[in-house]
């Protein structure tokens, strides 16, 4: 078969179905149009800054890490590093909220 015959079965059968062999692209492409209107459902905690008190942000961070006490304060002076990673919304706002009342700074992503 020739391009030529192919192209005009093509259109007989367009014509006799109701059909139109373009359309299979346009769906195709519908879903990626609302894959950017998802929303985030895991979110990661990083401690940017331990402030001034330092003690007190290593205790905030044993508390929510249930690490020892030399892990956490290399943690700490580390910074900045991940605190927390694959939280969902309310747990990520709590340990913002104590890392914050510790003195450090905190950033939620």
Do not use: C, W, Y
Not at 48 to 71: P, S, Y
Request: glycine share 6%; net charge negative.
């Amino acid at each position: 078969m020739s391009v030529m015959d192919l192209a005009d079965m093509v259109k007989a059968l367009e014509e006799e179905f109701g059909i139109s062999a373009a359309a299979p692209m346009a769906v195709a492409a519908a879903p990626s149009a609302g894959a950017g209107d998802e929303e985030q459902t895991e979110f990661s905690i990083t401690l940017a800054d331990f402030g001034a008190n330092k003690i007190n942000v290593i205790k905030a961070v044993r508390e929510i890490t249930d690490l020892g006490l030399r892990e956490a304060k290399e943690l700490v002076e580390s910074a900045p590093t991940r605190v927390r990673e694959g939280v969902n919304k309310d747990e990520a706002d709590s340990i913002k909220t104590k890392l914050e009342d510790a003195g450090a700074t905190v950033q939620v992503a």
